[in-house]
């Protein structure tokens, strides 16, 4: 598990570039006071490189205790990180080819809440292996999460189900995705490795 896990509270994971907003991460952040408005407790951890002081600065000290930033991170510690959370949140707004970190959040066993782009979409069956939410909607991300903290069969459930569509999932046909973002990203300061972590 990770660094100071099993804990009391539930545990939201993200992972990508807090400056990038197609990530989706200001979306989720605007979700949080809502959030912890339903569950106290709670701790958000946030991977992946970018200024983590720009990305907190118009936090609320309230939110802010909740928020725990990791900066880049090891596979080893991202794969800790999926174990350790209770729900995957990927509010991603846009430039979604592919939906390769629910695919990595899904075999680990932990259930997705996404953006309802049309490539999250393809990945959890139209929300059958995963929880859908309007794109860049607070309000609505804020719901969604809310509701499968409150429901721990659902997310076993979903867990469940997510495990088995990530296992069924072809992998030749990621591959293939894989390749061709490598052909079709220019990176500039950051490995292309890194950008494929989805961080």
Do not use: C
């Not at 880049?72 to 939906?99: H, I, M, Q, R, W």
């Not at 809310?146 to 867990?159: C, Q, V």
């Amino acid at each position: 598990a990770f660094p100071g896990y099993p804990r009391e509270g539930p545990t939201l994971f993200f992972i990508g570039r807090i400056d990038e907003p197609r990530k989706g991460l200001q979306v989720l952040l605007a979700a949080m006071p809502a959030i912890i408005a339903a569950h106290p407790g709670v701790e958000l951890l946030v991977a992946g490189p970018g200024d983590q002081d720009e990305a907190a600065e118009d936090l609320s000290d309230q939110v802010r205790r909740h928020v725990r930033f990791l900066g880049l991170v090891s596979d080893a510690d991202k794969a800790s990180a999926f174990v350790s959370a209770d729900v995957y949140v990927a509010p991603n707004t846009g430039g979604e080819s592919f939906g390769i970190v629910l695919l990595e959040s899904m075999s680990a066993g932990t259930p997705v809440v996404a953006s309802d782009l049309e490539a999250f979409a393809r990945v959890l069956e139209d929300g059958r292996s995963g929880v859908l939410f309007a794109t860049g909607d607070p309000h609505a991300l804020a719901a969604a999460v809310n509701a499968l903290l409150a429901d721990p069969r659902r997310r076993s459930e979903l867990g469940a189900a997510g495990h088995a569509r990530a296992r069924q999932f072809d992998w030749e046909v990621v591959a293939r995705e894989i390749e061709q973002v490598y052909e079709s990203v220019t990176v500039s300061g950051e490995t292309v490795e890194n950008d494929m972590r989805g961080q």
